[in-house]
């Protein structure tokens, strides 16, 4: 008979054996009522004379993934989890955790308070919490180095990457690998034995071979940091981590709980974490359109057509083939066709010679790619995407053909940067077929792709697009019709500050040097050299059309902004620099260079009000939309939780006034938030 421990958790005893099933769907987080139930299991297991041993496991699909983040922020309340896996671990009777699905977090916490460890063969294990900017907080720190050993638990906590059963069982953290539908039976039977034999029981808090190897290592803590040292830069997890791992290896695990306790404590509370935790929901939040029905019929899509095989189209191409679609790629002459699927055959190859692909899979891919020089071979195809040049008479000239060919109920889309979807929907008479697909360069690579929403596009052909772009590995975001969409809009006017700020006086590093302080893997001018400044058109004298007038179009061509040597590293270039002195010159522009935080301000401010104006326009649906778009289309710093929730925790009150006082208007939605006190995310 199964007795409710807690909303979530039940306990059925089979011959003496105490199985506690934990019930908390989607992925059975370690919410309250779970803390409850393994609490009172525990007690249960304790206490009753019929019981000789416990075995953990859950419904559903997984073992618990993790603490409940979504708990975090309306305030947690005992007990803790800590306390419950110490109760758990206490326990004089053996305790094996039967995992599957992906234990994560809290739920190998909770693993590595039960003596024994029984892995399902498809389980993965992984304490992922330095992706939230957190640290293990359930005694994860202290226990899995005293388990693994230091240099293995740092590699899981500070990457936060999780490892498969047969890895985990080499590395000691399970005992037992088993076949999927085998677990819960071969668990209950190594609880039964572990019963019978009797004697001490295993607990990870008190072993002491692995932290005594490791105390003899005398710089295991700081090779560890050189080897993986980009894994710290910025983020302040990872010191933390090493900090606690330190402790295990050197303090009584009652000391070293403390110092795990104070430690997560600290990064709770800090501003990385936060923005972090917003990144991880608003990542899985952008795929929701509120109007569109859940159950919208999808349009299936069996085959593409692709216009163009330029940079994006051979790119948006490589995304279909690599999941098994045929793709039919369309160009207007063989040169450029050939060129096209040349590149593809190359990038392909490059994949494979990194041992990521085999000969194989790069012939069945190449396999699925169809070039043609005709566009009636789209006549079949059940989704298009035109990646012609950015005009909008070629685009006219694509899309009144692209109506004559194709079949009912065929997607048309775009991938046009900037032009306007509605008007290209104006080229056929079936504007509800019609949508914007924007992918970023390099297509086959960059996560992000928005799913642009024209006035008339039918509720399947957006749901599609949406649900297509998870299909392809990249995260959807939705966007209405406007100049530059969102990604692109957001960032224009950091391009454009950053060139008022070289009139200014700062220096070209000063910029770059600050935004990569921030986080960015490059500044705003490093940036523009390696896309290239002939893509980037600004109104007035600018210096990048100088640049390009003396045929500097920067990395690919002459360098730009910078000089670059053959190993590709930049010094400001002198020519630059001559364009710059003489266009402030002109402008009678007064020469001062701004400090690191006048900069952030000069760069982030007009991303941030252009992104309440985006808001306020309804062109993005939510804040977390513009974050995940700046975040996976502009290699904005997760840690910063992107431009929207980055302006949250920096202060509202503060950029609008900033943006006064550098002379900008404020959005009115941006002005509204910060007199009331709120916020954007
Ligand atoms: N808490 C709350 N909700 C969670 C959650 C968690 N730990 N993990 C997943 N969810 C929710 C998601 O928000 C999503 O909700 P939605 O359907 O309403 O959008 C739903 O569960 C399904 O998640 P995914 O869409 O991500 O499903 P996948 O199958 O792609 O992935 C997963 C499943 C691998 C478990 C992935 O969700 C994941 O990596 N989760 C986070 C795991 C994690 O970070 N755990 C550590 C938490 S911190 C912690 O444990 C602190 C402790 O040390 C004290
Ligand atoms: P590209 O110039 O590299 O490629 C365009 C290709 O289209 C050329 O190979 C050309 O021969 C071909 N073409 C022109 N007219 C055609 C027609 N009528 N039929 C068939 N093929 C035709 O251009 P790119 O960079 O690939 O851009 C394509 C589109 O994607 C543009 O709308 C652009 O704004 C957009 N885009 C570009 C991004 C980038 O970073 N390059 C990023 C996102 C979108």
Redesign the pocket.
């Known amino acids: 008979m199964s007795e409710t421990l807690s909303e979530t958790v039940s306990l059925t005893v089979e011959n003496g054996i105490a199985i506690v099933a934990i019930d908390n769907p989607p992925v059975n987080a370690l919410g309250l009522s779970v803390r409850q139930g393994l609490d009172a299991a525990a007690d249960r297991i304790g206490s009753d004379a019929g019981i000789k041993a416990g075995v953990i496991t859950a419904k559903g699909r997984t073992f618990p993934a993790g603490a409940d983040i979504a708990e975090f922020d309306i305030g947690m309340r005992e007990p803790w989890l800590p306390g419950v896996v110490d109760k758990l671990e206490a326990l004089d009777k053996p305790v094996v955790a039967a995992i599957f699905g992906t234990a994560l977090g809290g739920g190998l916490e909770v693993a590595l308070g039960c003596h024994y460890r029984v892995a399902a063969a498809s389980a993965k294990l992984g304490l992922p919490e330095v992706k939230l900017g957190l640290l293990p907080g359930a005694g994860g720190t202290q226990r899995l180095p005293r388990v693994v050993g230091a240099e293995a638990a740092l590699q899981m906590m500070v990457t936060g990457k999780p490892v498969k059963a047969a890895l985990a069982e080499k590395m000691g953290l399970v005992d037992k690998v088993v076949a999927d539908d085998a677990l819960l039976a071969e668990a209950v039977a190594l609880a039964r034995a572990a019963a019978a034999e009797g004697g001490p029981l295993p607990r990870a808090s008190q072993k002491s071979d692995m932290t005594a190897k490791d105390k003899a290592d005398a710089d295991l803590f700081d090779r560890f940091k050189a080897e993986h040292g980009r894994l710290f830069r910025g983020v302040i997890a990872p010191d933390e981590i090493l900090d606690c791992v330190k402790a295990a290896v050197n303090l009584p695990f009652a000391e070293g709980m403390a110092v795990e306790s104070a430690n997560f404590n600290k990064l709770f509370v800090s501003d990385q974490s936060k923005a972090l935790r917003h990144v991880f929901f608003a990542m899985r939040e952008t795929a929701k359109v509120p109007d569109i029905a859940r159950d919208t019929p999808l349009i299936d899509v069996k085959s593409v057509g692709v216009?163009?095989?330029?940079?994006?189209?051979g790119g948006i191409a490589m995304n279909f083939a690599n999941i098994g679609i045929p793709v039919t790629i369309?160009?207007?002459?063989q040169e450029?066709l050939d060129r096209?699927l040349g590149v593809i055959r190359k990038n392909y190859e490059a994949t494979a010679r990194k041992g990521r692909l085999s000969e194989e899979d790069v012939e069945t891919r190449m396999g699925l790619l169809t070039g043609s020089l005709d566009m009636e071979d789209l006549a079949d195809v059940d989704l298009v995407i035109e990646?012609?040049?950015?005009s909008m008479e070629?685009k006219e000239?694509?899309f009144s053909r692209l109506e004559t060919i194709c079949k009912p109920g065929a997607i048309l889309a775009s991938?046009?940067?900037?032009l306007d979807i509605d008007h290209i929907a104006t080229f056929t008479s079936r504007p509800e077929m019609v949508l914007g697909l924007?992918?970023?360069?390099p297509a086959n690579v960059m996560p992000l792709l928005e799913v642009v929403r024209g006035e008339k596009s039918s509720d399947s052909v957006i749901a599609t697009g949406m649900k297509l772009a998870g299909k392809i590995g990249k995260t959807p975001v939705l966007a209405r019709v406007c100049d530059g969409f969102i990604a692109n809009r957001l960032m224009f006017p950091y391009i454009v500050a950053s060139q008022e700020m070289l009139l200014g006086g700062t220096s070209m590093k000063a910029v770059d040097a600050t935004m990569n302080q921030y986080g960015f893997a490059m500044g705003p001018i490093s940036m523009i050299d390696l896309v290239g400044l002939d893509?980037i058109k600004l109104p007035s004298r600018n210096i990048m059309a100088e640049l390009v007038a003396k045929d500097r179009l920067g990395q690919k061509k002459n360098g730009g902004f910078y000089d670059y040597d053959e190993k590709r590293r930049g010094t400001p270039s002198p020519v630059a620099q001559d364009i710059i002195t003489d266009i402030a010159r002109e402008r009678g522009i007064e020469q001062r260079e701004l400090s690191p935080e006048e900069i952030i301000a000069g760069l982030l401010y007009p991303v941030v009000n252009e992104g309440a104006k985006i808001l306020e326009e309804g062109i993005a649906l939510r804040a977390g939309d513009i974050d995940v778009a700046a975040i996976l289309g502009y290699n904005w710093p997760a840690y910063q939780g992107g431009p929207m929730c980055w302006a949250d925790i920096h202060g509202l009150p503060k950029i609008v006034a900033g943006l006064k006082a550098m002379g900008l208007k404020p959005a009115a939605l941006l002005e509204k938030l910060a007199a009331e006190g709120k916020s954007f995310t």
Do not use: D, L, Q
């Open positions: 216009i163009g095989a330029g940079t994006m189209g369309v160009e207007v002459k450029a096209g990646a012609v040049f950015e070629v000239k694509v991938n046009t940067s900037f924007h992918f970023f360069s893509i």
